[in-house]
């Protein structure tokens, strides 16, 4: 659907940054989806009008993570309109943190997201079928998607094989990534985008993508507008 497709009073989708570590507040143009650690959610004078919450695997600290935990669930209690997903949670083989103990914080969030009825938002460093084989273990039923892809078309199938969507950053920018195929092979119900620390706008990674797939920027923007709503009821 072209810019001229909508009438004075339809306004075309918002562009929405499904995971972003800016602290940008939501304007006319983008939706912004605010990811939070547990350890400075309290630091935070107002919480975003969008956002996911949940214990990186870089940043587990066990003399901490009852805390941490607690602090979640709070928050998902006291803030049932605002927070979307669980996350970023997962496995990082790069971490300092044991992969045991990882493995341990990843499925305690899986739970507590299954607890609260919400998806999880996964970060993952070389441990895909880890993470498949705890999606298959603990959450077959629960949407999960994986930000900032940038592995293989193989490995794209088999996520989205056990219900693990994708999300898509500053990668797809990059003219050597293997995000950039993967991208424009993709059926469009299975995937966000995002700019995550990049300091790329949200509006150049969505014409990035529309000219990957050969769309236009609009389309794009009504489709991943669809998939918000399907995937978080929102």
Avoid at 208 to 216: P, T
């Amino acid at each position: 659907m072209s810019q001229e497709d909508h009438t004075p009073e339809e306004k075309p989708p918002s562009y929405i940054d499904f995971h972003t570590h800016s602290f940008i507040p939501d304007d006319a143009n983008v939706m912004r989806i605010q990811n939070i650690f547990p350890d400075v959610s309290g630091e935070v004078e107002e919480l975003p009008a969008h956002f996911t919450i949940g214990i990186h695997p870089k940043n587990i600290d066990t003399e901490f993570l009852e805390r941490d935990l607690k602090i979640m669930e709070d928050v998902l209690t006291e803030n049932a309109e605002a927070v979307i997903a669980v996350g970023e949670c997962g496995l990082d083989k790069f971490s300092l943190v044991p992969h045991e103990i990882q493995e341990k914080v990843f499925i305690a969030q899986v739970q507590l997201a299954h607890r609260f009825n919400l998806p999880v938002v996964v970060h993952s460093v070389r441990s895909w079928q880890e993470v498949i084989r705890i999606k298959k273990q603990y959450a077959p039923k629960q949407t999960w998607i994986v930000h900032g892809f940038r592995s293989s078309l193989e490995t794209a199938e088999s996520l989205l094989k056990h219900n693990i969507l994708l999300s898509f950053g500053e990668a797809i920018t990059e003219e050597q990534s293997k995000a950039r195929d993967v991208i424009g092979e993709l059926e469009p119900e299975s995937f966000f985008l995002e700019t995550d620390e990049s300091t790329l706008p949200i509006e150049y990674i969505y014409k990035a993508a529309a000219e990957l797939r050969d769309c236009e920027v609009d389309e794009l923007k009504e489709q991943l507008a669809e998939n918000y709503r399907r995937v978080f009821g929102k």
